[in-house]
């Protein structure tokens, strides 16, 4: 999986004045926790982060910090909701072997059967327990050919190894349904929008602090 390292530098500054500062820096406020630690108030470069950022559950190299680097997981991003830019982050600490559950997109491929059938694809991400280290990219459903009613649940899906689900097997993740006569004569197998995904906390207990 990707791993980016960024350089964080610590905080001593708190409130909406100095996080508008901080971004008029060019600067994106963030706080790390896990572990039992301390949770850490940090700055991280923007431009930076939303590269980062652009790759589901990506793995930061957190430098700059008193001990050194340390790995982490985007847990909660917030975002401007009118310009989109990044105001806030958490990021959650994770180490080698740790397992950990995050939201995989799920990547649809090919094309239906030609005829009346659409795709209604019921879950654009999906639970996976991974190794915090090893998280895949996206989960590929192949749908070449389907037919009206035939359907993939959760429990079909190809996963590489040492991946589990969390969630039902029986869930539906999609199917071929018929086009009912309101429905434009469109591209049947459009796949929808995939949103952020930012990795579930890692350790029960473990408190989210933002600031």
Do not use: C
């Amino acid at each position: 999986m990707p791993e980016v390292h960024i350089a964080a530098e610590t905080r001593t500054e708190f409130g909406k004045g100095a996080a508008r500062r901080f971004r008029r820096e060019g600067r994106v406020p963030a706080v790390l926790y896990g572990h039992g630690t301390e949770t850490r108030h940090l700055s991280l470069p923007g431009h930076e982060l939303m590269l980062a950022l652009k790759t589901p559950n990506v793995l930061l190299y957190v430098d700059g910090l008193s001990k050194g680097s340390e790995i982490a997981l985007p847990k909660a991003v917030q975002r401007d909701p009118v310009r989109g830019f990044i105001e806030h982050v958490d990021l959650i600490l994770v180490r080698r072997g740790e397992k950990v559950t995050v939201e995989i997109p799920v990547r649809v491929t090919g094309q239906i059967a030609a005829g009346d059938g659409m795709l209604n694809q019921q879950l654009v991400q999906i639970p996976l327990e991974a190794d915090a280290t090893n998280i895949p990219q996206g989960i590929d459903v192949d749908v070449t050919g389907m037919e009206v009613g035939q359907s993939v649940h959760a429990s079909d899906l190809k996963l590489p190894a040492g991946i589990t689900l969390q969630v039902d097997p029986e869930t539906l993740v999609l199917a071929v349904i018929a086009r009912s006569a309101e429905e434009p004569a469109e591209e049947a197998a459009e796949t929808p929008e995939v949103p952020e995904a930012v990795a579930d906390q890692a350790a029960a207990g473990e408190g989210e602090q933002s600031g």
